[in-house]
């Protein structure tokens, strides 16, 4: 099976620079992604990584370590818009091959605050 | 730019009843996928879809769910009797034949689906 952890909650300040954490444990591997998803919203897309390292977009950044089944997502220069649910998500290719589905965290709450 | 829809917004129906959730996926993609979202939980795989059949499904999926796509355009999640415990924001999401270098899922705004 597969599982990943996230803490539950984060808060940050605006304009600060917040860093949310994800853990995975699965039996094969894939990739790791990040959507945000807004309250009553649709998970969106903002990262993924397939191999070690930093992939940065914008004030958003996304790093994973293979050998340590960890990654985490960098947000820069809060803004309060920012508040929303990140879950991170794995393509576990030992569920299939081709269209492998998303296995979600469980998600990390983020409230930005003036 | 092209959105997947999916309708109704909100469905409320009572226990025992069949459900149909529609999803319009974006034109060009050929991977279809249904999750749901219990209130304040993590989204959950159910079944993805690929040329005419279903290609994943989770241990959700069980027999009282049902998945087609009558025609070019639409995919459908069928209920067949709903539960309590059915309750939950459905969301369909769609991928294109390449998923590229970042294997982005495109998610719907959903279904709210409260079973009574």
């Known amino acids: 099976g597969q599982s990943l952890e996230q803490p539950s909650e984060v808060t940050a300040v605006e304009g600060a620079i917040v860093q949310i954490n994800c853990t995975y444990q699965t039996s094969g591997f894939y990739g790791l992604s990040w959507y945000q998803q807004h309250d009553g919203g649709a998970p969106t897309f903002l990262s993924y990584?397939?191999?070690?390292g930093l992939e940065e977009t914008g004030r958003f950044s996304s790093f994973l370590s293979r050998s340590d089944s960890y990654g985490y997502l960098l947000l820069q220069e809060l803004q309060m818009k920012d508040s929303a649910s990140y879950f991170c998500?794995?393509?576990?290719?030992?569920?299939?091959?081709?269209?492998?589905?998303?296995?979600f965290g469980k998600g990390t709450r983020l409230s930005v605050i003036a | 730019e092209p959105e997947v829809t999916q309708t109704p917004s909100h469905q409320v129906t009572q226990m025992g009843q069949e459900v149909i959730l529609r999803c319009v996926p974006i034109?060009?993609?050929?991977?279809f996928y249904w999750y749901r979202q219990i209130l304040g939980q993590k989204v959950e795989f159910l079944v993805s879809?690929?040329?005419?059949?279903?290609?994943?499904k989770s241990e959700i999926f069980d027999d009282q769910f049902s998945v087609e796509r009558p025609d070019g355009s639409n995919f459908t999640l069928k209920i067949r009797s709903t539960k309590l415990e059915d309750s939950a924001m459905y969301f369909c999401?769609?991928?294109?034949?390449?998923?590229?270098?970042?294997?982005?899922?495109?998610f719907g705004p959903g279904t709210r689906l409260t079973v009574t």
């Open positions: 999401a769609s991928s294109p034949l390449q998923a590229g270098e970042n294997y982005e899922q495109y």
């Open positions: 990584n397939a191999l070690d």
């Open positions: 879809f690929y040329n005419n059949e279903i290609s994943e």
């Open positions: 034109s060009n993609h050929l991977y």
């Open positions: 998500a794995v393509r576990d290719r030992s569920i299939s091959s081709g269209n492998t589905p998303l296995v």
